[in-house]
Nanobody
Framework: QVQLVESGGGLVQAGGSLRLSCAASGTIYRIIAMGWYRQAPGNQRELVADINSGGARNYADSVKGRFAIFRNNANNSMYLQMNSLKPEDTAVYYC??????????????WGQGTQVTVSS
């Protein structure tokens, strides 16, 4: 089985920075894509950023120029550097990954979520 474990959330003032980390462990043959989603109270879960196995990145318009996603294929990890944080970035952030556990079987996995709170 595969597990995704996030870390790095917390409370920060507007304009500050945080770095989220996500580590994948378990039976991993190949990771196709990894990404971060977030969900604020009363809102649907939305994509923040993702990165595929080739390194191509995709960002939500609301975070472009402020957030950066990185991936370390050697240790199956992913990071989200969040700068110039705004109160509207407050949400639970979830790590997501599409992973092949065997050469033929892949599935989607989610982390448990980490709270990011930005005070004004």
């Amino acid at each position: 089985q595969v597990q995704l474990v996030e870390s790095g959330g917390g409370l920060v003032q507007a304009g500050g920075s945080l770095r989220l980390s996500c580590a994948a462990s378990g039976t991993i043959y190949r990771i196709i894509a990894m990404g971060w989603y977030r969900q604020a109270p009363g809102n649907q879960r939305e994509l923040v950023a993702d990165i595929n196995s080739g390194g191509a990145r995709n960002y939500a318009d609301s975070v472009k120029g402020r957030f950066a996603i990185f991936r370390n294929n050697a240790n199956n990890s992913m990071y989200l550097q969040m700068n110039s944080l705004k109160p509207e970035d407050t949400a639970v952030y979830y790590c997501y990954a599409q992973i092949y556990s065997t050469p033929r079987n892949h599935d989607a996995f989610w982390g448990q979520g980490t709270q990011v709170t930005v005070s004004s």
